[in-house]
């Protein structure tokens, strides 16, 4: 981890805190992000939030605790056969090269049973946690149940740590001590110490289509960060602002005085806030459409644009080149499609070559590290974020209750 990043999340404890000898024989309750894509068939597409909790559970398995642990998948209305994590406890059993118990419910008497007969090192994979709507309600009694068969707790879910759940949030009232795990911890190293504490030039790239989504991160922003790139659908909005025509360009008309409002603030803040000066412009939205680039003042009538263009990259490129620090949060274009993926696939790889020359470069979740996954670059990066909610919310500056429910160090 970056020596120079303090942060304001470093109050609380961490797993790294506690030793084996704190571990040993206890029950440990551990919730993580198990919140995978599936294709129809079940199997999973991407097990990388799978992955990304093996040091947490790994480090407990060592030191002898017996860990049992706890997941949403994705958005059931009660018990929803399609969404039962047996699929996660065949895969995690063989990241683990050992057999995960998988339990049929989350609370009751079949994991007071399960958890009665584990050894230690064993673990334990609780049913979808968001079966019971009293989770997404913070409901007490529920997270009490499910706090009731476990000495401790650790949070490594930083997906979820956004939400104010009873497996976040409420069991931290019944279970003592409430630690971070190793990926919660690191989150919040990265995307807090970059942004509280940062090595100079900080740059920030937001991206995405709209404008609306962002606010609350590029007002944050343009309070700590030195240069602030913006590509994606909500340039059109800042230059409908400007009075420039955009053609058949996404605009948020109901946006158009905020947009003004942040170009001022930067000024005034003295941030350098670059906009595109080129944009590849198409027909039609899709991905065989007629595509030209033009500039930014000349978008033609009927036309919209789909992706930044060339002089907007070098001059990104230019203006990211001397960055110590770089968080990126949205692609630059429609990314789905090749031919509008340029510029996304342009900056993925100046972030990965910049990554080489000791710049610490952050993917703050969500569809850029999709673009940095389809670019190939996305193990040449510092830090990508399993969380894109949560990671946003971090950005915005706000508290994440999550984080806040843990025990402070």
Known sequence: MHKKFKTQFMAKKTLSTLSPADLAGKRVFVRVDFNVPQDEKGAITDDTRIRAALPTINY???????????????????????????????????????????????????????????????????????????????????????AEVADLYV???????????????????????????????????????????????????????????????????????????????????????????????????????????????????????????????????KPDANAQTVSVNSIPEGWMGLDIGPESIATFQAALADCQTIVWNGPMGVFEFDQFAVGTEAIARTLADLTAKGAITIIGGGDSVAAVEKVGVSGQMSHISTGGGASLELLEGKVLPGIAALDDA
């Not at 003004?260 to 906009?275: I, M, P, R, S, Y």
């Open 155 to 285: 949070n490594d879910a930083f997906g979820a740590a956004h939400r104010a759940h009873a497996s976040t949030e409420g069991v931290t009232k019944y279970l003592k001590p409430a630690v971070a795990g190793f990926l919660l911890e690191r989150e919040l190293q990265y995307l807090s110490g970059a942004i509280d504490n940062p090595q100079r030039p900080l740059a920030a790239i937001i991206g995405g289509s709209k404008v609306s989504s962002k606010i609350g991160v590029i007002e944050n922003l343009l309070d700590k960060v030195d240069k602030l790139l913006l590509g994606g659908g909500m340039i059109f909005t800042f230059f409908k602002a400007q009075g420039l025509s955009v053609g058949k360009s996404l605009v948020e008309q109901d946006k158009l005085e905020l947009a003004k409002a942040l170009t001022a603030k930067a000024q005034q803040k003295g941030v350098k806030f670059l906009l595109p000066t080129d944009v590849v412009v198409a027909d039609a939205f």
């Open 60 to 146: 407990l398995i060592s030191a002898g605790a017996k860990v049992i642990l706890a997941s949403h998948l994705g958005r059931p209305k009660g018990v929803t056969e399609s969404l039962r994590l047996n699929p996660v406890a065949v895969r995690l059993s063989e990241l683990l090269s050992k057999p995960v118990i998988k339990c049929d419910d989350c609370i009751g008497e079949a994991v007071a049973q399960a958890v009665a007969g584990m050894a230690n090192g064993d673990v334990l994979l609780l049913e979808n946690v968001r079966f019971y709507p009293e989770e997404e309600k913070n409901d007490p009694a529920f997270a009490q149940k499910l």
